[in-house]
């Protein structure tokens, strides 16, 4: 155990405070966290903890939603240099243009958003429900943004629904080629290719399965197969190793490494509990505009 474990669940005891960590953190900050997983579960936790102090070892966007979701809570976010590179592919003026380019059709924003984009969009999804959340709509056509892949990804498991996606992408997953998943397969013909849906359709089209990072590791943990390849971040490779020693975990290529997700170290955690920094705020107005959006898509989940 980590010297600063003991340390850090004493202040979280004192402060009434929740560790919330996406299951692509440095694999050591699970002794501290009291919820691991992946961007719907953490929201719905988000929302419904009673805790004073959510520390969120994730990405800003997360943190930020976390505190649209819970407003009288504190929210912190132990290092600020955790952005998401998707989510800073569309702004507001972006996303206006886009949607004055496709007049009157409903638009579907990621939860890789900032707070201004979700405030003008009318529903959000993360990455497990994103079909759900786009035939829930009824539309032939929906805008979606910011990720083009996850986009195209819905569209292809949805019969008659036109999804119109912004260009933007995650540069993590988009390392992984079609070539990747041939070799691999070739090297290793029994095992499971488990594959993210923000990576290119190339590489969606080879995979066995494509789930959210929460999805991947619960198909590994039912399936009777002994042997996976993971096409994600390494995080999740970590933790089903970790959890699951009697399978065999292949890595689909090396430094698979989202940075953003990995600047939060356990020093960091304690200092964020101790200093209460780095706080994150959404301003009062957007945070209603955008609560709407998150809303909608936490009551659909709801909906059988
Ligand atoms: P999940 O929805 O699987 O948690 O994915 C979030 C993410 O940022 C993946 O890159
Ligand atoms: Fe953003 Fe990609 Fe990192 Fe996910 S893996 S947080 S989409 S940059």
Redesign the pocket.
Known sequence: MHELTEKINKLKREKNAVILAHC?QNIEIDEVADFVGDSLYLSQMAAKTDADIIVFAG?YFMAQTAKILSPDKKVLLPELKSG????DMINLEQLRKFKSQNPGIPVVCYI?STAEVKSECDICCTSSNAVKIVKSLGAKKVLFLP?NYLGKWVEANLDGVEVITYPGC????LKIKAEDIIAIREKYPEAKILTHP?CHQSVTELSDYVGSTTGIMNYAKKSSEKQFVIAT?KGVYDRLKRDLPEKEFIMIKDNLI?Q??KWHTLEDIYNSLVYEKHEINVEKDLARKALGCIDRMLSEGNNG
Do not use: L
């Not at 998401?84 to 989510?87: I, Q, S």
């Not at 995650?170 to 997953?173: E, F, L, R």
């Open positions: 692509y990405v998401c590179e998707m989510a890789n990720d995650c540069p993590t997953h923000e971040e989202c953003n997700m």
